[in-house]
């Protein structure tokens, strides 16, 4: 059963069209990345799921039910622009907002103290939201979109603005929280990101859909064709006929061979030539997929 | 309703607890107490007990006048008569005001004819003492007043009769209906609501455009509808405005109450309001308030910043003192078809309904009709609020222009 489900989703605003009939579905226990540079429809998608805008046509289905708010409980959401009450005291506001998800106010606080001791920032918890620097505001939000335990976790631009330390802190409370068993959308714009943390992605441009599925069938679509390596001697090898392109920086060399050929051959000549300390076959990398599917897209 | 009082909770919490607010809230106490202690020393100098000398070739008319002054109503004066005077009593009342030792002196001199009143001037030591003044011109009044009547062959005890202050009731068949109380209550619940909408009203409306800069909204919106925000925030600050006003109210009945009481009792104020009367005030109080403050919050809803709400401000008050022109035609004619139209406009209803209702019966389902359209206009200016609110602050933000909000309110 899909937790999420968006068929033929449209949405405009006045004269622009932010989402145009998207569909995807995000499966019970995944790790989703909602990819696409800036502008491309991201955050217009997650406020469907949620229920702040209804699409202009098309469906959003959450838990395989069409979208009820009696569902919102079960759905975490940290906003991508931050919003907390400069005024008001950390642990009242993680209480009030913990309440608003229908908790008790003495299990808010509960759960609160002890995610402030998962995220590192106990000191906190007295002080008012204003006196606290922006990284500490932003693991509060995190905080704030987690205590009533949601089953489905929805993150737009979770990392943005953090160090990275706390960017790995965040990072590996939200494999944990895949780990439990809960479902984790993440939007974000840069690629590296998701490659470490996805199994499934969905990458959008202008509001369309570019690619969607499992991250490693994606990357079994396109071809390994590029090849790292750094070695010391000749170089003549480069001029193998497998070979389409290379660059050699005294050393290490990228090259990018020739559709269907073998990486073997490559291998082969330049052993006998020169010594080779490294020799990798690279996977394409999801931003190198992006240009490649999206600048197709844009000539066409 | 849950969130409603949630987020209604959150708002007055943080806003009672800050210090502007408990400043706020005692100072105007203070001020109350320290003018009512200020007027009181007045008050006391208001009886005057200044020391002044009477010169008169009339003895008569000298001793009547020091008789009223210094046992009469208003004053207690401490008085000294010189009859007749001679030119060295001027000069010597003179050196006696510039030693202090008198308040002023009051010269008398006969009339050249006999049915003309003698003339009188008054030499203060301080011509801002007015009340003294005052006092003895009233006391001229009627020591001249009586000693006419008494020339003219009346008895005193019939003169004293004649001049006691009259007194009027009014009643009306069937029903203990007092136009003053009523036009008194009215007066009140008007100040009372223009003055709480204008201090608090746009309280609601600067919160809204706090939650906007603050982007807290998107959070509270991803578990909560966005008219529960509004309601919850409309009922939150509403009611901190309404603490702060049933405080000073309260401080304010303390502090006049004796004084209150002993007027009530003295006859002078004549007020009757029935228990009904009273309950319906609170009524139409609460829910004015709560329709003007649902005004606030579409204002608030629509601007982006404090200085575009200045500009509305006016709107907020307006209805509210258009309704002020329709009083008249519904104190003269309260069960008119004009009064009874426009006690349902639901703006006008607070004020209107209730004149209506402390004026003359009007039939229950005119009152429960007014109720229901007040209730029903708050949810729909609230529901149109967080449209515009929610259209607005996802999408654009921007103040919108007339055709723009009226499609924001198509949009979902």
Redesign the interface.
């Given at each position: 059963m899909p937790i999420v489900e968006l068929q033929q989703v449209r949405k405009a605003?006045d004269t622009k069209i932010a989402v145009a009939d998207l569909s995807f579905r995000i499966e019970q226990g995944s790790m989703f990345g909602l990819l696409g540079p800036n502008g491309s429809g991201k955050t217009s998608s997650i406020?469907m799921m949620?229920g702040?805008?209804?699409p202009d046509s098309g469906t959003v289905s959450l838990f395989g039910q069409p979208f009820d708010?009696k569902n919102?409980?079960r759905?975490g959401?940290l906003?991508e622009?931050?919003?907390?009450?400069?005024?008001?005291k950390v642990i009242d506001q993680l209480v009030?907002?913990g309440?608003?998800?229908g908790l008790d106010a003495i299990v808010a606080s509960k759960r609160a103290h002890a995610w402030c001791e998962r995220m590192e920032i106990t000191e906190a918890i007295p002080k008012k939201t204003e006196e606290l620097s922006k990284g500490m505001q932003q693991k509060i939000?995190f905080i704030?979109?987690l205590l009533h335990e949601p089953e489905l976790i929805i993150m737009d631009e979770p990392f943005s603005g953090l160090d990275p330390v706390n960017a790995t802190l965040l990072q590996d409370t939200l494999v944990d929280l895949h780990k439990e068993g809960r479902t984790v959308l993440f939007s974000t714009h840069r690629m590296d990101q998701v490659e470490k943390l996805c199994d499934n992605i969905c990458l959008i441009h202008r509001g369309h859909l570019v690619l969607s599925g499992g991250m490693q069938e994606i990357k079994s679509r396109y071809p390994k064709n590029r090849v790292q390596m750094v070695f010391e001697g000749d170089a003549s090898f480069l001029d193998n006929p497998v070979v389409e392109s290379a660059k050699n920086y005294n050393g290490m060399a990228e090259i990018k061979l020739r559709e269907g050929a073998d990486a073997q051959s490559l291998l082969a000549e330049a052993i006998s030539k020169a010594r080779i300390s490294r020799f990798e076959v690279m996977e394409p990398t999801l931003e190198e997929i992006f240009i490649e599917t999206v600048g197709g897209r844009t000539d066409a | 309703m849950r969130?409603v009082w949630?987020i209604a909770k959150?708002e007055y919490l943080?806003r009672v607890r800050?210090k502007a607010f408990l400043v706020s809230t005692l100072m105007i106490p203070l001020l109350m107490g320290g003018g009512i202690v200020g007027s009181l020393i007045m008050g006391s100098k208001a009886k005057s007990t200044s020391h002044i000398t009477i010169v008169s070739p009339d003895q008569q008319l000298a001793t009547d006048l020091q008789q009223e002054l210094e046992h009469g109503k208003d004053s207690q004066m401490t008085v000294d008569v010189i009859s007749p005077g001679n030119s060295a009593t001027r000069a010597t009342l003179d050196s006696m005001l510039t030693d202090k030792q008198l308040d002023g002196y009051l010269w008398i001199t006969p009339a050249a004819h006999p049915n003309e009143r003698p003339s009188f001037s008054w030499t203060p030591r301080s011509t801002a003492d007015i009340t003294t003044k005052g006092s003895i011109t009233t006391a001229l009044k009627t020591v001249l007043m009586r000693e006419r009547l008494e020339h003219n062959g009346m008895v005193s005890r019939d003169v004293d009769a004649l001049m006691q202050p009259v007194k009027v009731d009014t009643t009306q068949a069937g029903k203990n209906a007092d136009t003053t109380s009523s036009f008194v209550a009215i007066y009140v619940l008007f100040f009372l609501m223009y003055m709480v909408i204008l201090l608090y009203g746009m309280n609601v409306a600067r919160s809204i455009i706090e939650e906007k800069t603050?982007?807290?909204?998107?959070?509270?919106?991803?578990?909560?509808?966005p008219e529960e925000m509004m309601a919850g925030k409309v009922i939150g600050v509403g009611s901190v405005g309404l603490t702060q006003v049933a405080v000073w109210l309260l401080t304010a009945v303390l502090l006049t109450s004796g004084s209150l009481m002993g007027a009530i009792a003295g006859g002078q104020v004549h007020v009757s309001l029935s228990a009904m009367q009273i309950i319906f005030f609170v009524v139409y109080f609460l829910l004015g308030f709560l329709l003007y403050s649902s005004i606030a919050a579409a204002l608030g809803a629509m601007v982006n910043s404090e200085q575009e709400l200045q500009q509305l401000n006016m709107i907020l008050v307006m209805p509210l003192a258009g309704c002020m022109f329709a009083l008249v035609p519904v104190i003269s004619n309260p069960s008119g078809t004009l009064a009874r139209v426009i006690s349902l406009i639901p703006f006008c209803t607070p004020l209107i309904m209730y004149l209506r209702i402390s004026l003359a019966t009007p039939p229950a389902w005119e009152i429960a009709l007014s109720i229901v359209l007040m209730i029903a206009t708050i949810y729909a200016l609230l529901w149109i609020a967080s449209r515009i609110y929610?259209v607005g602050i996802?999408?654009y933000g921007k103040r919108p222009s007339l055709p723009e909000l009226l499609r924001w309110l198509k949009y979902?």
């Amino acid at each position: 059963m899909p937790i999420v489900e968006l068929q033929q989703v449209r949405k405009a605003y006045d004269t622009k069209i932010a989402v145009a009939d998207l569909s995807f579905r995000i499966e019970q226990g995944s790790m989703f990345g909602l990819l696409g540079p800036n502008g491309s429809g991201k955050t217009s998608s997650i406020r469907m799921m949620i229920g702040m805008t209804l699409p202009d046509s098309g469906t959003v289905s959450l838990f395989g039910q069409p979208f009820d708010r009696k569902n919102l409980h079960r759905v975490g959401y940290l906003p991508e622009e931050r919003g907390l009450y400069k005024k008001m005291k950390v642990i009242d506001q993680l209480v009030f907002l913990g309440q608003l998800h229908g908790l008790d106010a003495i299990v808010a606080s509960k759960r609160a103290h002890a995610w402030c001791e998962r995220m590192e920032i106990t000191e906190a918890i007295p002080k008012k939201t204003e006196e606290l620097s922006k990284g500490m505001q932003q693991k509060i939000q995190f905080i704030a979109s987690l205590l009533h335990e949601p089953e489905l976790i929805i993150m737009d631009e979770p990392f943005s603005g953090l160090d990275p330390v706390n960017a790995t802190l965040l990072q590996d409370t939200l494999v944990d929280l895949h780990k439990e068993g809960r479902t984790v959308l993440f939007s974000t714009h840069r690629m590296d990101q998701v490659e470490k943390l996805c199994d499934n992605i969905c990458l959008i441009h202008r509001g369309h859909l570019v690619l969607s599925g499992g991250m490693q069938e994606i990357k079994s679509r396109y071809p390994k064709n590029r090849v790292q390596m750094v070695f010391e001697g000749d170089a003549s090898f480069l001029d193998n006929p497998v070979v389409e392109s290379a660059k050699n920086y005294n050393g290490m060399a990228e090259i990018k061979l020739r559709e269907g050929a073998d990486a073997q051959s490559l291998l082969a000549e330049a052993i006998s030539k020169a010594r080779i300390s490294r020799f990798e076959v690279m996977e394409p990398t999801l931003e190198e997929i992006f240009i490649e599917t999206v600048g197709g897209r844009t000539d066409a | 309703m849950r969130n409603v009082w949630l987020i209604a909770k959150r708002e007055y919490l943080e806003r009672v607890r800050t210090k502007a607010f408990l400043v706020s809230t005692l100072m105007i106490p203070l001020l109350m107490g320290g003018g009512i202690v200020g007027s009181l020393i007045m008050g006391s100098k208001a009886k005057s007990t200044s020391h002044i000398t009477i010169v008169s070739p009339d003895q008569q008319l000298a001793t009547d006048l020091q008789q009223e002054l210094e046992h009469g109503k208003d004053s207690q004066m401490t008085v000294d008569v010189i009859s007749p005077g001679n030119s060295a009593t001027r000069a010597t009342l003179d050196s006696m005001l510039t030693d202090k030792q008198l308040d002023g002196y009051l010269w008398i001199t006969p009339a050249a004819h006999p049915n003309e009143r003698p003339s009188f001037s008054w030499t203060p030591r301080s011509t801002a003492d007015i009340t003294t003044k005052g006092s003895i011109t009233t006391a001229l009044k009627t020591v001249l007043m009586r000693e006419r009547l008494e020339h003219n062959g009346m008895v005193s005890r019939d003169v004293d009769a004649l001049m006691q202050p009259v007194k009027v009731d009014t009643t009306q068949a069937g029903k203990n209906a007092d136009t003053t109380s009523s036009f008194v209550a009215i007066y009140v619940l008007f100040f009372l609501m223009y003055m709480v909408i204008l201090l608090y009203g746009m309280n609601v409306a600067r919160s809204i455009i706090e939650e906007k800069t603050s982007r807290v909204f998107e959070v509270l919106l991803a578990t909560i509808r966005p008219e529960e925000m509004m309601a919850g925030k409309v009922i939150g600050v509403g009611s901190v405005g309404l603490t702060q006003v049933a405080v000073w109210l309260l401080t304010a009945v303390l502090l006049t109450s004796g004084s209150l009481m002993g007027a009530i009792a003295g006859g002078q104020v004549h007020v009757s309001l029935s228990a009904m009367q009273i309950i319906f005030f609170v009524v139409y109080f609460l829910l004015g308030f709560l329709l003007y403050s649902s005004i606030a919050a579409a204002l608030g809803a629509m601007v982006n910043s404090e200085q575009e709400l200045q500009q509305l401000n006016m709107i907020l008050v307006m209805p509210l003192a258009g309704c002020m022109f329709a009083l008249v035609p519904v104190i003269s004619n309260p069960s008119g078809t004009l009064a009874r139209v426009i006690s349902l406009i639901p703006f006008c209803t607070p004020l209107i309904m209730y004149l209506r209702i402390s004026l003359a019966t009007p039939p229950a389902w005119e009152i429960a009709l007014s109720i229901v359209l007040m209730i029903a206009t708050i949810y729909a200016l609230l529901w149109i609020a967080s449209r515009i609110y929610r259209v607005g602050i996802l999408m654009y933000g921007k103040r919108p222009s007339l055709p723009e909000l009226l499609r924001w309110l198509k949009y979902s």
